[in-house]
């Protein structure tokens, strides 16, 4: 992913600077870890690409993290979104990450793309990740039909491809022999299929997704979204109880001829397990304290509510999380 994000250490608690006269030559020196309010923390949301979700709903996160939270400066990253952001994290590249649910678990048990178990822990549920299969043919009409076509299952390190690759496989479709394979992101997708280089592309994200709805909306162009919630019960059994139905609405994008029936997964918002439980706690309270500014830039985080925020997660709520929901009475 190049240059973008920051190495800013190894950790939430061993990434604050001071600016005094105890520092050597005026510079930042590493020293003893710091509550958040000891020290200006630089903070890295890592979110994905610039078509999705998580980049702008991360860089509205950022945002109101800088504006009101004292002390802390928050930036949101572009990368290549789950599985990507679950090694930045881990490796201490970036402090909070936005992860699909089956990713995140396969990160922390070791399994799937992830040879080792990484040291993540949750810090709230957002939102849900709706699979999106796009054509513009009208003769394509199920998952199954993609045979012998060329399909783009998301960008090498995200959760699209994870997620992609085991739709295929539900509907008996193996995608390095089936079908001709491109690995793009969810705008150079849209961007594939509307030039045809492409004849239909995965995309998991929330709902809408900018890079879908601007292709809906491009003048000549119909899409349909292939069904694949029959899949669900073959990637549960498979691969555990990260994936549930769910419905993308017709009015969502135009065009759209019927409701579809979808696999769904929930995106987390991910932090080191050594993270501070005091900076963890206050990110969260600034959340909520100024959801509204959050829902103006995404309404997806409309779902960012103390009930929705701690039911399906796959793995455990970081300790600053855990104290905020308790405080507020959520069922966590």
């Not at 400066?73 to 881990?90: G, H, K, P």
């Not at 050594?274 to 959340?287: F, G, H, S, V």
């Amino acid at each position: 992913m190049g240059d973008n994000h920051r190495d800013h250490g190894a950790g939430l608690t061993r990434r604050q600077f001071l600016t005094s006269t105890a520092l050597l030559g005026g510079m930042a020196l590493m020293g003893a870890p710091l509550t958040w309010a000891q020290a200006k923390n630089r903070i890295s949301v890592a979110t994905g690409g610039t078509g999705g979700v998580y980049y702008p709903y991360g860089g509205g996160i950022a945002s109101v993290i800088s504006k009101y939270l004292p002390g802390v400066e928050a930036t949101a990253e572009v990368t290549a979104a789950s599985v990507d952001n679950c090694r930045l994290v881990a490796a201490g590249k970036a402090d909070l990450g936005f992860v699909m649910a089956d990713s995140a678990y396969d990160a922390v048990t070791g399994a799937g793309k992830f040879k080792d178990k990484l040291p993540l822990m949750n810090v709230a549920v957002l939102y849900s990740n709706f699979m999106h299969v796009v054509v513009t043919d009208d003769k394509i009409n199920s998952v199954a039909d993609l045979k012998g076509k060329k399909v783009s299952t998301g960008a090498p390190g995200s959760g699209t491809e994870v997620k992609a690759l085991r739709v295929l496989e539900a509907f008996g479709i193996d995608p390095d022999k089936d079908i001709k394979r491109d690995r793009l992101g969810a705008s150079e997708s849209a961007g594939a299929l509307k030039d045809n280089k492409v004849e239909a592309y995965f995309w998991d994200g929330g709902l809408p997704t900018a890079s879908v709805l601007d292709l809906a909306a491009t003048p000549g162009t119909t899409i349909k979204l292939l069904p694949s919630g029959e899949a669900v019960s073959k990637m549960v059994g498979k691969y555990g109880p990260v994936y549930f139905p769910k419905t993308i609405p017709k009015a969502i994008y135009p065009g759209m001829k019927a409701d579809v029936p979808v696999a769904a997964v929930a995106n987390l918002l991910l932090c080191n397990q050594k993270a501070d439980p005091e900076l963890i706690y206050n990110i969260l309270k600034t959340m909520f304290e100024h959801h509204a500014e959050l829902v103006a830039i995404h309404k997806e985080a409309l779902h960012l509510t103390l009930q929705e925020a701690v039911v399906g997660s796959p793995i455990p709520f970081h300790p600053g999380a855990v104290k905020f929901f308790k405080e507020k009475g959520a069922n966590i």
